[in-house]
């Protein structure tokens, strides 16, 4: 069946950078979308950006463009995103997500989520 | 960007009751293109409803999507105790991908 395995979690100095890891099982990981969203404590959901795993390419929302990076690997089917320039605003748990289609920009199977802690 | 707003913010029911949900976009959202989620403390969402009104695998039939252009609904038509969580709305017919700040749904 599908599942979406994420890294451990991460604490991390303000500045510094993090890179989470989602590993895909189950399907053709070229097949399908990879989405980042992201929940800061208590608070909702934020789309980050997505990333094509056949092609690499990616479209990251406006506010991270600057400082995230959508990566693959397609020989270990597994998605990463990297954030630079941590601030304490980047406290959350980060989630890899996929839809049912393609491209679908709505989310059937999510990862566990990984927390990042931003502290000094 | 398109701005969803949920109402109401906080829910107190007791399991056996009707609830309804409320999402309002700020736009029209292109092709109704709206999900609602369920999200349990420290899991991730889980997909209820797509299209607006589709329900997604396994999702039970007592949760029922409608609405369209701007304003979209989510019903529970009996609570069961296992739906006492918060609910998300999303909107993925415009870029960006946005979602509703919540609506928490707990037990009165």
């Known amino acids: 069946q599908v599942q979406l395995v994420q890294s451990g979690a991460e604490v991390k100095e303000p500045g510094a950078s993090v890179k989470v890891s989602c590993k895909a099982f189950?399907?053709?990981?070229?097949?399908?979308?990879i989405y980042w969203v992201r929940q800061a404590p208590g608070q909702g959901l934020e789309w980050m950006g997505w990333?094509?795993?056949?092609?690499?390419?990616?479209n990251y929302a406006q506010k991270f463009q600057d400082r995230v990076t959508m990566t693959r690997d397609t020989s270990i089917n597994t998605a990463h995103m990297e954030v630079n320039r941590l601030t304490s605003d980047d406290t959350a748990v980060y989630y890899c997500?996929?839809?049912?289609?393609?491209?679908?920009?709505?989310?059937?199977?999510w990862g566990q989520g990984t927390l990042v802690s931003v502290s000094s | 960007e398109i701005v969803l707003t949920q109402s109401p913010g906080t829910l107190s029911l007791s399991p056996g009751e009707r609830v309804t949900l409320y999402c309002r976009a700020s736009?029209?959202?292109?092709?109704?293109?709206l999900a609602w989620y369920q999200q349990k403390f420290g899991q991730a969402p889980r997909l209820l409803i797509y299209a607006a009104s589709t329900r997604a695998t396994d999702i039970p039939n007592r949760f029922r999507g409608s609405g369209s252009g701007t304003d979209f609904t989510l019903t529970i038509t009996r609570l069961e105790p296992e739906d006492f969580a918060v609910y998300y709305c999303q909107q993925y017919g415009n870029s960006p991908i946005t979602f509703g700040q919540g609506t928490r749904l707990e037990i009165k």
């Open positions: 736009q029209s959202v292109s092709s109704n293109y």
């Open positions: 997500a996929r839809g049912v289609g393609g491209t679908t920009r709505y989310f059937q199977y």
């Open positions: 189950g399907y053709t990981f070229a097949d399908y979308y």
């Open positions: 990333i094509n795993p056949e092609s690499g390419g990616t």
